[in-house]
């Protein structure tokens, strides 16, 4: 073995790495382009709060109905001012002047500058017929963080794709603990997922405290209102048009006049134009209903309170929490378990105990399997409940179909889910060595005892197992294969007393590998019991066992090569 | 030994060596300027199709005065990790030797077992 070995790093091919500098560069072009539209509204408030001071008077206070499904509700207030002695009129009232889906926000503009008012207008000095009613709140520096966060993901992951370690002049290894890669792209990663759990935690406040108002507005007093405009909205998105229904209704409350379109406490729009269409009918103008209005705010009024289907769409901003705060646990865990085995020791930390029990392992597993099957089940039925009341199952046959691959994977996991509890209930094994810690070579006596209903069981096999795992990436996705290098039965018992208590001697090979952890390799040894027990799930448990190098004491002195 | 090269010799022409065993050898260089600093290193890294961990176990370091010159070291083999070879993942044991600047290196690979060969998971054949 004279020669000079050059070994070459694996991991990650280079259609992976452009596939995901693409991604990232989308992430940074995204927050450059929010940052440059922002800026530009920013300039231009900004200008406009400069404009001059003008006394005004409120000559027309009223709204405009949208003109089309697509369009929505309007402010028109018009006032005038003087100006060099002029009488000068204006109905701009601010910078960027938009239509709104929720009425809410052009009643209080309506309540705020009603007939008659006396307020003021800026005037832009250059030109005196060009007026404003109100200046655009400037935008905090704060907002800004947020396209500058998108840019931050973006610049991070493209340089984590891309950066290597010093050239490497010699064929040497670079060390693991100098890779300046990999730490990037774990940050690029941390801030990522960042995104997704801050914008699931806020969405989930604001959602969850709809639901909250959604409840409480049951409470709230109920009072006669009038249907004065009614239609199916239509929003347009990327791919499809999705509708809601638009209801607007005059009510009175505290001596004043107020309208409203609430219909739910949630808004938002979705596919299914029909079921609307009927409620829409139903809802003609005149007709006479009874709302719920909130006595804190009389402007806020809904039409239908407690729980309703839309309510669901609560669970949807959890997704983000879940994504969030897994993808950040996960690549922390990744982290720390690098760290740690960095060195390759033999876990020594970790000191063989004498009894090694299996229930842990099915509990884990029990927990594990639940939460997943929990979570999967959860929003594949939370989609399929709301895509069918919505439109019904002709009008969404597509989607549904899409939906049914979800279905057959949220049944498996409901199955395995099931297994594991019925695992639950089997005998537990426990297993006792009569000496540790373990090594190569060493022999010792394993004891094994069930407990429970070990009547059941009608055979019990031990087996000592040798696995050598590596884990690597391919793109994108992260695989770990595994393989079985020894195997030896310890026990294999199929009457019952032998099942229930026994004790054999368990030899371990002196020249094979002792247990080895690194980052991504590992040499693992396990205790696998196998209970069988008819028409219900067996008994499969591994127990891990670690076994050192041979003592130094043991080794031969002399080793030539 | 002709200019840019470096060698590493290990005593008695070794490559195996038992746990807790001595490692003895020299570096020799023939540089076109005297280094200004040098390491051997005991490395052991991992290879086969899982990414490739590395780890730098012992460091001695040089203090070279020539820009040839032969200096000697001596290093202790770890009692783990051994060198061993499976289907899925290897393990190599090596001495590195850089010299700064301009990262001169060198590297000999070495077995550090018990058996003084690499350990083959599967000598005794897949199992049942």
Redesign the interface.
């Known amino acids: 073995m004279g020669s000079i070995a050059i070994q070459s790093r694996s991991g990650g091919g280079i259609i992976g790495r452009i596939i995901a500098t693409v991604f990232f560069g989308v992430f940074a072009f995204v927050g450059v382009m929010i940052a440059i539209s922002m800026q530009k509204d920013r300039r231009n408030a900004d200008a406009a709060s400069l404009w001059n001071v003008t006394p005004c008077t409120i000559a027309e206070s009223a709204y405009v109905l949208p003109s089309g499904s697509s369009d929505g509700y309007r402010a028109r207030i018009r006032y005038s001012y003087a100006i060099g002695g002029a009488e000068i009129s204006s109905e701009r009232f601010s910078v960027k002047d938009s239509a709104e889906n929720d009425f809410e926000k052009i009643q209080r503009i309506l309540l705020e500058y009603p007939s008659g008012a006396q307020t003021v207008c800026y005037v832009n000095p250059a030109d005196v017929h060009d007026a404003i009613l109100i200046p655009s709140r400037k935008a905090s520096i704060a907002v800004f963080l947020f396209p500058m966060i998108f840019v931050g993901i973006g610049v991070i992951g493209m340089a984590a794709m891309w950066a290597r370690p010093a050239k490497q002049a010699g064929p040497m290894i670079r060390s693991s603990s100098s890779k300046p890669s990999r730490r990037l792209l774990r940050w690029g990663l941390i801030a990522f997922f960042s995104i997704f759990l801050l914008v699931g935690l806020a969405l989930s406040a604001v959602m969850l405290r709809q639901a909250g108002t959604a409840f409480a507005a049951k409470n709230w007093p109920e009072v006669p209102a009038t249907v004065a405009f009614s239609r199916v909205a239509s929003h347009s998105g990327d791919d499809s048009t999705t509708y809601s229904v638009d209801v607007l209704y005059r009510y009175e409350y505290g001596g004043k006049t107020y309208l409203s379109n609430r219909y739910h406490v949630i808004g938002g729009s979705s596919s299914g134009y029909d079921r609307k269409a009927r409620v829409v009918k139903e809802m003609s103008p005149g007709k006479r209903i009874m709302v719920h209005v909130n006595p804190r705010d009389p402007v806020i009024a809904i039409l239908e309170t407690g729980f309703t289907w839309d309510l669901l769409f609560v669970l949807i901003p959890l997704v983000f929490v879940l994504v969030g705060a897994g993808g950040i646990i996960g690549t922390l865990w990744f982290a720390s378990r690098g760290a740690s085995t960095a060195a390759g020791s033999v876990a020594a930390a970790a000191a063989q105990s004498p009894q090694l029990s299996g229930g842990s392992s099915r509990r884990g597993k029990f927990i594990g399997l639940s939460i997943f099957t929990l979570i999967w089940n959860g929003f594949t039925w939370t989609f399929v409940i709301l895509v069918i009341h919505d439109g019904g199952v002709k009008a969404n046959l597509c989607f549904l179909s899409f939906l049914s691959v979800f279905v057959i994977i949220g049944l498996g996991t409901l199955f395995l889910t099931g297994q594991s509890l019925l695992q639950l209930f089997n005998p537990t094994v426990q297993l006792t060595l009569s000496r540790t810690p373990l090594h190569l070579g060493d022999n010792v006596i394993l004891k094994w005892e069930l407990a429970g209903r070990y009547d059941r069981v009608q055979r019990l096999t031990i087996v000592l197992e040798g696995r050598e795992s590596a884990r690597y990436r391919r793109g994108t996705d992260t695989h770990t294969d595994t393989k079985v290098f020894f195997r030896q039965t310890i026990a294999d018992a199929a009457k019952q007393v032998e099942i229930v208590k026994g004790q054999k001697p368990l030899s371990i090979p002196a020249t094979t590998m002792h247990t080895f952890d690194s980052s991504d390799n590992h040499i693992e040894w396990k205790i696998v019991v196998k209970g069988e027990i008819p028409n219900w799930p067996d008994i499969n448990d591994e127990m891990k066992l670690t076994i050192l190098p041979l003592p130094l004491s043991e080794i031969k002195p002399e080793v030539q090569s | 030994m002709s200019e840019g090269e470096?060698v590493i010799q290990l005593d008695?022409?070794?490559?195996?060596?038992?746990?807790?065993?001595i490692i003895c050898g020299s570096v020799a260089w023939s540089l076109a300027e005297v280094p200004r600093s040098g390491e051997v290193r005991l490395?052991?890294?991992?290879?086969?199709?899982?990414?490739?961990?590395?780890?730098?176990?012992q460091t001695v370091t040089l203090a070279p005065t020539s820009s040839r010159e032969q200096q000697r070291f001596e290093l202790r083999a770890p009692?783990?990790?051994?060198t061993?070879s499976?289907?899925?993942?290897s393990?190599?044991w090596?001495i590195?030797v850089?010299l700064q600047p301009?990262?001169?290196?060198?590297?000999?690979?070495?077995?550090i077992s018990?058996?003084?060969s690499e350990?083959d998971?599967?000598?005794?054949g897949e199992?049942?």
């Open positions: 470096i008695e022409n070794r490559t195996a060596y038992r746990p807790g065993g490395v052991w890294n991992t290879s086969g199709k899982g990414a490739q961990n590395v780890s730098t176990v009692e783990s990790p051994y061993f499976g289907r899925l993942v393990l190599i090596a590195e850089e301009h990262s001169h290196s060198a590297r000999q690979e070495i077995v018990p058996t003084g350990i998971l599967y000598a005794a199992p049942g």
